[in-house]
């Protein structure tokens, strides 16, 4: 007669219930107004400033030169230095109100139920570029807890789509 052997398994209590961030009852948070405000009476010093010493790599790759203190008679070339006699002042004499602006709005992590109304207030046409086009952002997104439904609408409206890599 066969001998059969019964193999039991081992019992696992059931894993514990993984929190729905949209089923939360809290309100989702919101973007503080900026409080800002910078101040006329700000002064700087240049001479409060060391001139930089590190060394920059010379065209005969054999020996290293020290980087010049940055001319404030307007001969000078970026990215090495900034012509302002105070540091306070625009390059080419613009007014604040012609100076180019970059936002730059970036994002790292999942788009959940949550977070994307968020960006759905904040993406919503309110806000325009100078050239009358609504603002757009970049979202390096996660594959954990991830919407791809909140993704695809993000991209739809143009935003830019980056991924992190799963590991």
Known sequence: MPHSTSRRTPEYPPPPARPNPSQSNTAPPRL?????RPSSSYSFSSSSI???????????N????????????????????F????????PGNLRASETPQMVII??????????INIFKSLFNGKFKNPNG???????????????YDQ???????????GVNSIT
């Open 32 to 36: 503080p107004s900026s409080t800002y």
């Open 151 to 161: 993704v695809q609408w993000l991209f739809s409206t143009g935003h830019e789509i």
């Open 83 to 90: 012509c302002s006699p105070n540091g306070l002042g625009i």
């Open 62 to 81: 054999s020996s290293f030169e020290l980087v010049k203190p940055c001319p404030t008679d307007g001969k000078c070339s970026l990215p090495y230095c």
């Open 106 to 115: 970036t994002y790292e992590g999942p788009i959940t139920d949550r977070i």
């Open 133 to 147: 086009c609504p603002i757009k952002g970049t979202f390096f997104i996660s594959h954990e807890w991830n919407n």
């Open 50 to 60: 060391p001139p930089p010493s590190y060394p920059l790599p010379s065209n005969n």
